[in-house]
């Protein structure tokens, strides 16, 4: 009786670590000190996902971001085509341990998930929501103050990337339309003559 | 992936009915132990208003306990200090009221006996029936009652008073926390669903008891002020009473000013007082329209007068007085709840 009370004692302090652990590997998290991890994990919840088990589909409203902490996520996409029902999915990315997803919703008031995250093995994740955002920055703001100023960073280098992707595409399109062009140019001397 | 899938379903399912059940056995538990549901509404109206104090305490670095027994005792140190100002004003008023009783309850039977001639003058044959026989034997009743229930309404306010405070200590240290065990047995697919709605209803409450406290108080301490300019007799008492009332919506400033219209009537006051009374509470509501309502009230609670009054009438057929007061914050709660519960499962899942 007391082997097994001691061994559930030091089973859930080990977990908690592994808890504090993973945060601090977090990009929102890592400035923050252990006595202030200790606080954000009073906050997050820790879900447990089944494989193959949809975390939120597209088009749902969407309240906060997960941080993996066990286990594989696959993000998948519907293309969103005018007058087609049952449009088919398409894997976008995989992600696995430490990796994190759905941030946008953290800030966005009423926001739609923009893909669907399902688990393709058994999975563990760590939710932080706007709602505990909200909490973070009113009872402790210095805190919450720091994972904004992350949050933003985040955010800022998703919307450089995504600025660097359409200036890709817009290269690529040039580049074809330039393309359809030469042909163009080439083919009207010969239908001249 | 089918076995998979079956686990998925058979969990959600265990999951969702676990929480159903718990919901129910809490439901079961407030409605069906005696002095439960007033306790529970006193300990969150407490909770609600000491909450932000509390969150204000703990960012400059107080520990949230510490803050919470702080709150507590000044928040006690106050109300010691408002009782020990107001008793005496207070109990004289209703030493008075308790000795010219007997005269208003004449005053008032005479009054209805009046209004009845006037009725059946003007109805002829068509009205026959005998309101004074029943008023009378109604004020006979409830003046019996009045002093006979004294030691059993003593016991249960103190029950009250004892456990609400007992209640929101708990709810503020520890309520964050159980409500995080309570999400954590939620099902995933309902999981940031039941996050959010908890949230929004929680703020939504706050904002509600607050604003409609903040409403009561002023227009208690407007007709406060207007009767004992009047020099009105029981300016304390009637000031209270209309504070409570106005704690309902629409109706409830009309039944705050029956009391005080029938003690000017009954006591035969000249024109220009009963004009005057009827004035300090127009201008209350006045007060309460034109200023409270849109700046703190208006925005909280969208729901529709007619929904309003029904839910009203509910309120008040399932739980007298309390239900005609906590039916708007538990219906705007439901509302809340069902739209959001049909956006996600109709909207989004289609």
Redesign the interface.
């Known amino acids: 009786m007391a082997d097994y009370l001691w061994d559930n004692i030091f089973r859930k302090d080990a977990k908690e670590k592994e808890l504090i652990t993973r945060l601090k590997e977090n990009f929102l998290f890592e400035l923050l000190s252990n006595k202030e991890l200790s606080f954000i994990e ?1 906050i997050v ?1 820790v ?1 447990t ?9 597209q ?6 971001m997960y941080i993996i902490k066990k286990g594989n996520v696959d993000i998948y996409a519907a293309e969103n085509i005018p007058g087609q029902e049952n449009q088919a999915e398409t894997k976008v990315t995989s992600l696995t341990e430490g990796d994190f997803f759905g941030e946008i919703s953290l800030v966005e008031a009423g926001s739609r998930r923009t893909a669907t995250a399902a688990t393709s093995t058994e999975t563990e994740l760590i ?1 932080f ?3 505990d955002l ?2 973070l920055l ?4 210095n805190i919450g103050a720091k994972v904004v100023f992350r949050l933003a960073e985040v955010l800022g280098r998703r919307l450089a990337e995504t600025t660097d992707k359409i200036s890709l595409i817009k290269q690529e399109l040039v580049r074809i339309s330039e393309k359809k062009r030469r042909k163009k140019d080439v083919q009207q001397p010969h239908s001249d003559s | 992936m089918y076995n998979s899938r079956t686990l998925i379903r058979r969990e959600r399912y265990i999951k969702s009915f676990t929480v159903f059940a718990l919901l129910c056995f809490f439901a079961w538990t407030i409605f069906a132990v005696e002095n439960m549901m007033a306790s529970v509404v006193l300990a969150l109206v407490i909770t609600y208003l000491l909450n932000p104090f509390v969150n204000k305490l703990e960012r400059k670095g107080t520990r949230r306990t510490t803050s919470i027994l702080l709150l507590f005792v000044v928040v006690s140190l106050g109300l010691s200090l408002l009782v020990s100002l107001f008793y005496p004003i207070l109990s004289t008023q209703i030493g008075d009221l308790q000795a010219e009783l007997p005269k208003y309850q004449i005053g008032i039977v005479k009054l209805i006996s009046n209004l009845e001639k006037k009725a059946q003058e003007i109805m002829g044959g068509y009205y026959s029936f005998d309101i004074i026989k029943g008023i009378n034997t109604l004020i006979a009743e409830s003046a019996g009652a009045l002093f006979s229930n004294i030691p059993d309404f003593a016991s249960k306010f103190l029950t009250v008073f004892i456990l609400a405070p007992f209640f929101a200590f708990f709810m503020l240290r520890d309520g964050r926390g159980v409500v995080r065990q309570f999400l954590r047995m939620m099902p995933n697919n309902l999981f940031e669903l039941a996050l959010n709605l908890n949230y929004q209803i929680n703020e939504q409450m706050g904002d509600f008891i607050r604003a409609r406290l903040l409403e009561a108080g002023i227009v208690g301490f407007v007709i406060w002020v207007g009767l004992a300019i009047i020099g009105f007799p029981y300016a304390s008492i009637l000031a209270i009473f209309a504070a409570l009332t106005n704690l309902i919506p629409y109706v409830g400033p009309f039944i705050g000013a029956v009391p005080a219209i029938a003690i000017a009537l009954i006591n035969k006051d000249p024109s220009i007082i009963i004009f005057l009374v009827c004035m300090t509470y127009a201008i209350a509501q006045i007060i309460d329209i034109v200023f409270i309502i849109p700046m703190v009230v208006a925005k909280i609670v969208n729901l529709h007068p007619v929904f309003v009054v029904v839910v009203i009438i509910i309120g008040s057929q399932l739980m007298g007085i309390l239900g005609m007061i906590i039916s708007i914050p538990v219906a705007s709660a439901l509302k809340l709840t069902f739209t959001a519960l049909y956006d996600h499962l109709i909207n989004f899942r289609s």
Do not use: D, K, L, S
């Not at chain 1, 996902?49 to 589909?57: D, G, K, M, P, T």
């Not at chain 1, 088009?59 to 906060?64: F, T």
């Open positions: 009073q919840h879900r996902y089944r494989a193959n088990e949809v975390i939120f589909r088009g749902e409203a969407g309240v906060g939710g929501f706007r709602p909200i909490e009113e009872r402790n703001p």
